[in-house]
């Protein structure tokens, strides 16, 4: 495994993250989330992403992370590990229960240390901006929780180019910089690429991509439509069928083409093209099985593309 620095911090983190957004919570085997990461852990990755809400019920995600910790990574280990969390979407009924007030964002971060058992997180995020309370209001509580000593550094997440700026510079002038924006980006969805990536080059903050095989579709799974029993035919789910169309598909196709030519996966390679980018410290990948996690870190293995390989994926996502 190789550490990035994320942007210009003395904080280095593996070019591929766990992320516990799925498979880890309330619905899911516990012994089976425990094999994953410590298979993760034991492949070099030191970096374990999660948020308030990862369950599906609320919290139970944080919950379960907390029991793996303390039964396998207690005492010295703790300080071999990155643990990153969030606040920002509902965690309970009421009017405090969420978006981005001091009052909801303290109390949350207070909440997920109690859940998880330790002492402080490494990385507290602004889950996403609130437009209804001032972003100063937003950004002293991220200030206050680094200054307490519950979080090492600060970091946002979903803000766009306009918020970015503004967040970074309130938390410069309180004096606790803002290192890292957690965004998501896949060769399906590049928003990022509108502002937000020269924005942090020319803030010396690290980009951490999540979602990196856009909920599945940057794998075999949808090469000939929407299978049964997958993320898209669930009615409920985060992927809607109504977003896999032709087009898509077509795109899907042509790019598992140039990966096999690659030698890899369509998965991997996805993986791969984020992490050529400097701007990128990490990728977060989920991981239902230990085999699935294998496969995502064989993107390592080829992460080199020529310039006619990047010309023919730009051509295929014109």
Partial sequence: MKYNRCGKSGLLL???????????????????????????????????DLANNYGPVPGSA??????????NFNGFLRDELVITTKAGFKMWEGPYGEWGSRKYLISSLNQSLKRMNLEYVDIFYSHRPDPNTPIEETMSAL??????????????????????KKAVAILKQLGTPCIVHQAKYSLLDRW?????????????????????????????????????????ANPNGHLQSSEITEDKIKKINALHEIALERGQTLAQMAIAWL??????TSVIIGASSVNQLLDNLGSLDKLAFSNQELQQIENILK
């Fill in 275 to 280: 992490l050529k980018k400097e701007t990128i």
């Fill in 143 to 164: 200030d206050y929780a680094v200054r307490s000593g519950k979080a090492i550094y600060a970091g946002i997440s979903n803000y766009n180019a306009e918020e970015t």
């Fill in 192 to 232: 990022v690429e509108d502002g937000l990536l020269d924005i942090l080059d020319s803030k010396g903050m690290g980009c951490v991509a999540f979602s990196p095989l856009a909920q599945g579709l940057l794998t075999t799974k949808y090469l000939k439509g929407i299978p049964e029993n997958s993320r898209a």
């Fill in 62 to 71: 944080e919950e379960n992370f907390g029991k793996i910790v303390q039964n």
């Fill in 14 to 48: 593996p070019q591929i993250s766990l992320g516990l957004w799925h498979n880890f919570g309330s619905v899911d085997r516990f012994e089976n989330a425990q094999h994953i990461a410590l298979t993760a852990f034991d492949k070099g990755i030191t970096h374990f």
